[in-house]
């Protein structure tokens, strides 16, 4: 099984921040990696798929980056609305999927 | 618009099953993949299995091969997951989300559905 893992777990940081969280897989998933921002008490909400390519409606300070194994979510300007939990995922062994565990942003 | 409305929560005592529904409304139910993905309290997200509503041919994660069982009601745009031999640890939000055949991403999920599991 392919595994995720992301860091950091979770991060403090502040409103203009650029944030940046990585995510690892265990071996080369070439760019089926899409990351997903959730809010807590609400279902996951797509924002990057295939690495790089942002998904309709989602705001250009979001971006994907990576292949292989190692593979970026980049925030260039936090939000308010950005405090989230953010998770990976790899597609490359369609139709199975799994998840990174996550990494939590709080504010600082 | 591209929906997916869940069935209420549930409460099941350990041993029992559980069936949580997922109607689809919105586009050609039959032409994109459900999944079933779960959240216990606290905790990340774990992809459980899925189904093609055209056929009916299900992938399971290995972890749950011998317990879940996906299904489809083409008739009603209605996806079913049946998780059996609960145990406590089954305690979590189970959410459905779509993938639009030829793309691997989750696009649509439902509102996702609170199963407890407790004596």
């Known amino acids: 099984d392919i595994q995720l893992t992301q860091s950091p777990s979770s991060l403090s940081t502040s409103v203009g921040d650029r944030v940046t969280i990585t995510c690892r897989a265990s071996q080369s998933i070439s760019t089926y990696l899409n990351w997903y921002q959730q809010i807590p008490g609400t279902a996951p909400k797509l924002l990057i798929y295939a690495t790089s390519y942002l998904q309709s409606g989602v705001p250009s300070r979001f971006s994907g980056s990576g292949s292989g194994t190692d593979f970026t979510l980049t925030i260039s300007s936090l939000q308010p609305e950005d405090f989230a939990t953010y998770y990976c995922?790899?597609?490359?062994?369609?139709?199975?999927?799994?998840f990174g565990q996550g990494t939590k942003l709080e504010m600082k | 618009q591209v929906q997916l409305v869940q069935s209420g929560a549930e409460v099941k005592k350990p041993g029992a099953s559980v069936k949580v529904s997922c109607k689809a409304s919105?586009?050609?139910?039959?032409?994109?993949?459900i999944h079933w993905v779960r959240q216990a309290p606290g905790q990340g997200l774990e992809w459980m299995g899925v189904i093609n509503p055209s056929s009916g041919s299900t992938d399971y994660a290995q972890k749950f091969q011998d317990r879940v069982t996906v299904t489809r009601d083409k008739s009603t745009s209605t996806v079913y997951m049946e998780l059996s031999s609960l145990r406590s640890d089954d305690t979590a939000v189970y959410y459905c989300?779509?993938?639009?055949?030829?793309?691997?991403?989750?696009?649509?999920w439902g509102q996702g559905t609170l199963v407890t599991v407790s004596s």
């Open positions: 995922q790899q597609s490359f062994t369609t139709p199975l999927y799994t």
């Open positions: 919105g586009y050609t139910f039959t032409t994109h993949y």
């Open positions: 989300a779509r993938v639009v055949t030829g793309s691997s991403w989750h696009d649509y």
